[in-house]
């Protein structure tokens, strides 16, 4: 079984890798891309996966380990494997102004209006959850950001129970650190 | 209330008449209506993911 943790960029990913990393949970990633001011605390990316549409050849050194997949490559797992997926979820306004730091940061042009991203983002999210229910292979655990923040005594094991696997709850808990939440909608 | 019209192909629409009746539709414009709906619900998720697509690579995450 591969653990994936998966959602949109800057959805609470980097944090989840965290969090089941302190619980106990190998992790399957590289030190390719360091941390910086958009991910203090590192991004826990594996750089393989960034070309997993073209090669997913070498998915089998996920096995018994958490990997961070970005939503769109999610397509692109192959079949032969077990998935439990913890989907990260977070506040769209939130998603965007965050991306929007991080690509002006990477000297990159946003592009799109931010209700026009709003738009298809909400469609792209829409169109996955439906594919993964229909996945023999796939068990989603949707997870909210802003909730893993404000509970995470009480998400963590309910995650710990989703995956199978006896993680430390507290040890999950104190991963995390609520001064990095900032991008708040409201 | 504005209900547009749209000109086709008359060989076009028999042929769409026929479809309908073999699809089981109770009329050819309810068979229209919803085989354009879904052309357009493809286009659109197309073009989203192709959007997705972009800021992802922007962001780093796919090559």
């Known amino acids: ?186 | 209330m504005f209900e547009p019209k749209v000109k086709i192909d008359r060989a076009l629409y028999q042929t769409l008449t026929k479809a309908s009746q073999i699809a089981g539709y109770s009329s050819v414009d309810e068979f229209i209506v919803h085989v354009l709906e879904k052309a357009a619900a493809e286009v659109e998720q197309a073009q989203s993911e192709d959007e997705v697509r972009k800021r992802l690579q922007g962001l780093g995450y796919i090559e």
């Open chain 1, 1 to 186: 079984m591969i653990t994936v943790v998966s959602g949109l960029p800057r959805s609470g990913t980097s944090m989840m890798m965290q969090i089941l990393q302190a619980g106990g949970l190998p992790l399957l990633c590289d030190q390719e891309r360091p941390a910086d001011e958009n991910n203090p605390r590192g991004y826990f990316e594996y750089q393989k996966v960034r070309r997993l549409a073209a090669d997913n050849s070498w998915l089998a050194e996920a096995e018994g380990h958490a990997i961070k997949v970005v939503s769109q490559l999610l397509y692109h797992l192959p079949r032969q494997f077990e998935y439990c997926i913890v989907f990260m979820r977070r506040d769209l306004t939130e998603v965007i102004r965050s991306q929007e730091q991080m690509l002006a940061s990477r000297q990159v042009e946003s592009g799109l209006e931010q209700q026009a991203m709003r738009e298809h983002f909400t469609r792209h999210l829409d169109a996955l959850e439906i594919w993964m229910s229909k996945q023999p292979n796939m068990r989603v655990f949707p997870c909210d950001f802003s909730r893993m923040i404000a509970d995470p005594a009480r998400l963590a094991p309910a995650i710990s129970a989703f995956l199978g696997i006896l993680l430390d709850p507290e040890r999950m808990a104190s991963a995390i650190d609520p001064t990095l939440y900032r991008q708040k909608a409201k």
